[in-house]
């Protein structure tokens, strides 16, 4: 069998409410998880929240807020480079 490296993120999106709670080990709604950068202990991998794609057919409303997520994420992304 070969060998798989192991991974190691620059960033994690968690997308959703079951995907975020998991990972955080939190029972935090999305809303209140979203709009700020988290650490997963105990590699500490930067960590945003976001809500799920059905959600947003839910809630179209919502979509800035999803954009701001994604830039967000984009941003660890940009300063991991560097």
């Known amino acids: 069998t070969r060998l798989r490296p192991p991974i190691a993120p620059q960033a994690i ?3 959703g ?4 709670q998991q990972l955080l080990g939190s029972d935090t ?3 209140r998880l979203r709009g700020r950068r988290h650490l997963l202990e105990p590699q500490q991998i930067p960590l945003i929240v ?3 794609p059905a959600y947003l057919l ?3 409303g919502q979509k800035r807020k999803v954009w701001q ?3 967000a994420a984009r941003e660890l ?3 991991a480079a560097t």
């Open 13 to 15: 999106l968690a997308v």
């Open 17 to 20: 409410r079951i995907a975020a």
């Open 29 to 31: 709604p999305v809303g």
């Open 50 to 52: 976001t809500y799920h």
């Open 58 to 60: 839910r809630s179209p």
């Open 69 to 71: 997520d994604l830039c």
């Open 77 to 79: 992304l940009d300063e």
